[in-house]
């Protein structure tokens, strides 16, 4: 018999010698005996050592692990999974800090469950997306719980919360025509200017432009690399893997490119491309300056106020227009994907992207001094 087993209900053995049955038990890890007399059979030797057996202790079964409280969760997942991209990161705490920890902060995990999460979402003021967002945050909280141990690994609840019309936008992307952005990039001084057709000509995010240096223009092969992104003035990594490429740059391009190099007073090769003078070089200009004065320009050509994202929406359009391929518009795009299909079927063996990128540049240009002779 394991020591186990004995230290809860004893044995017994029999003293050969004097014919006296024993009664043997452990506690804490000592062994304790008691002499019970002679009996004729084990049987009635275990009956007499009945009264001693009972008053041994019992193991506890061992005590289920306490369900952890949302807030205290959260503060945890921030430490050990949160995403560590800073935009990525920001959009996350967004999604925490301002609706799941108010509304579910001080509840144990396991109330967090599919009835009233999908109560609580509808009757949220916010677009179907945003909600779904809130809905995969909650989601992701599970797994992390489940990956910790704090809840037995089942199915995540959130699977079975519907929140209808996720994939649907409230307001369509706005895409400039060619005649709209003519209007629009006359309006905007350096380095605005140069920063609207950098981000029209190659589909770049804001965060992308702004991040540029001047190391990262290849003067010779006419290439502009795609390293980084900045975030409220703190430099990231790029969205996707995808993200981080070289682009063709045209003749165009180049030529204003080298243009406001002569003129910023930040021209060094690890200088921001568009440096701000009001923090002395060290930053670049930032995305709230930028979207003031597109919404500015936007009011002033009369097509309305205009988003940072707007330009590379009117890029995705404009490489349509220019009759590109999904294939080379996903390239171009730096998506990591459009379709399955483009996710699994071949890659551009041609200068296909070269010439639908010269395209687009050339609409930005040529439309561009067309409205300053009209001008």
Known sequence: MRRGSRSTTGSIVKDKRTQSWQFFWWTDGQRHSKTLGRFPTKKAAW???QVFRVQLPQPQPPSAPAVPIVAAL????????????????????????????PKWGDCALTDVQARPVELWLDSLALAPKSRAHIRGTLSI?????????DVPTQRNPMELVTVKDASKRISKPRSLTVEEFQRFIVHLGEPLRTIALMCVCFGLRISECLALRWSDVDWLNGLLRVERGIVEQNVDEVKTTG???????TAEMLNTLKQWRQMTQFSAQEDWIFASPAHLGRLPWSRDHV??????????????????HSLRHTYRSWLDAAGASVAVQQKLMRHASITTTMNHYGDIVTNEEVVAS??????????????????
């Open 47 to 49: 009956d007499a050592a």
């Open 74 to 101: 959260v503060e945890q997942y921030r430490v050990e999974k949160m995403p560590r991209r800073r935009d990525t990161r920001r959009t996350y705490d967004c999604w925490l800090r301002n609706h799941i920890v």
């Open 243 to 249: 993200s981080r490429r070289a682009l063709h740059i």
């Open 358 to 375: 010269g395209k687009v540049t050339r609409l930005a240009f040529n439309g561009t001094e067309t409205a300053r002779k009209a001008s």
């Open 291 to 308: 979207w003031r004065a597109y919404q500015k320009a936007g009011a002033q050509a009369g097509i309305g106020g205009l988003g940072t």
């Open 141 to 149: 909280l599970w797994d992390y719980a489940m990956w910790r141990g």
